[in-house]
């Protein structure tokens, strides 16, 4: 048995703000990605990931109760019980959604009465799958959205309006000859882990300065990069990258790994290259844009970049 390929994905606007309905751009990347396999001689990540999912089946059990979406779980525990793991290239912990890949297999196999990808999407539809997949998605994170499973189960770019208004989204064309500026994921070396993050935000939002910078800050050039990005406007998006990389330099520090501050720093002064979060931060990938990735190279060739989008 294989099932079929999810992806990861890249969030990449919107990390923190989407909790606080700022807009939000979400983006599927092919590098990684994962499937339900059945294993012939099972090594130990196999039998590690087999057990994970025994836990996560039992989970399944006790949200169906709440009658949003129901599973098939007899097949699920047979097919357990045969070894069945989920064959993934995608790093746990970086910000790429390995667990939602894996949630997105789950559903597409065992969800009785399922969405498809083939059906007509309506807004209501999408909103039905963001939610069962934040509801599966919490027995790995504490608390989820949904997103990172809804962009790998359709493998579509999902522009976030706010919380309740979602819609897959058309990129600007990306040529085919190579083009100076990029967008990159720079590898930490760190996992990072996604609850302590969410919960040191979540004190951080008790502090009323904190909100207001949220708001007023945060917020405001978050929705101006996801406006320019699907505009294409890549001389504005560039202005408004530099606002929000020092933003989150100031104002989330704790989830910059410390290793990492100078370099950011580096980045808005020299404007080589401009670096965020890439999910909740704490480690994994760094997210980094710039309008001469050979510059950019050569300023970080201490670390491992991989391009993800060329403008």
């Not at 949200?63 to 995608?90: H, R």
């Not at 997105?104 to 909103?127: F, G, H, M, Q, W």
């Not at 917020?219 to 530099?242: P, R, W, Y």
């Not at 929000?244 to 410390?258: T, W």
Request: glycine residues 8%; aromatic residues 12%.
């Amino acid at each position: 048995m294989k099932g079929p390929l999810f992806y990861s994905k890249i969030l990449l606007f919107g990390e923190y703000g989407i909790i606080k309905d700022s807009k939000g751009l979400s983006i599927p990347y092919n590098f990684f990605k994962g499937a339900l396999k059945v294993a012939v001689q099972p090594d130990e990540n196999a039998i590690a990931s087999n057990q994970s999912l025994q836990r996560f089946a039992a989970h399944l059990e006790d949200i169906q109760d709440n009658s949003v979406v129901a599973f098939d779980l007899d097949t699920l525990n047979s097919d357990l019980a045969k070894g069945m793991y989920f064959d993934s290239s995608i790093p746990q912990g970086y910000g790429v959604g390995s667990s939602g890949a894996l949630v997105a297999a789950i559903y597409d196999k065992y969800a009785d009465n399922k969405i498809t990808v083939l059906e007509n999407l309506t807004r209501d539809k999408l909103l039905k799958l963001k939610s069962i997949f934040g509801l599966m998605e919490s027995f790995f994170h504490g608390n989820s959205s949904g997103l990172d499973p809804l962009n790998s189960y359709l493998s579509l770019p999902i522009l976030i309006h706010s919380k309740n208004d979602i819609e897959p989204a058309g990129l600007p064309y990306q040529s085919t000859n190579f083009q100076k500026g990029a967008v990159f994921l720079l590898d930490s070396g760190i996992v990072g882990e996604t609850a302590p993050m969410v919960n040191l935000f979540m004190e951080k939002m008790k502090q009323e300065g904190f909100r207001n910078m949220l708001k007023n800050q945060f917020v405001k050039h978050t929705d101006a990069c996801v406006e320019d990005f699907l505009q294409g406007d890549v001389n504005s998006l560039f202005t408004n990258i530099k606002k929000l990389s020092n933003v989150v330099l100031d104002n989330f520090k704790p989830m910059i790994p410390q290793q990492f501050h100078t370099l950011w720093k580096k980045g808005l002064e020299t404007n080589a290259y401009y670096l965020k979060l890439c999910g909740s931060g704490g480690g994994g990938y760094i997210l980094g844009f710039t309008e001469d990735f050979e510059k950019a190279q050569s300023e970080l060739k201490d670390y491992k970049l991989e391009v993800v989008y060329n403008f």
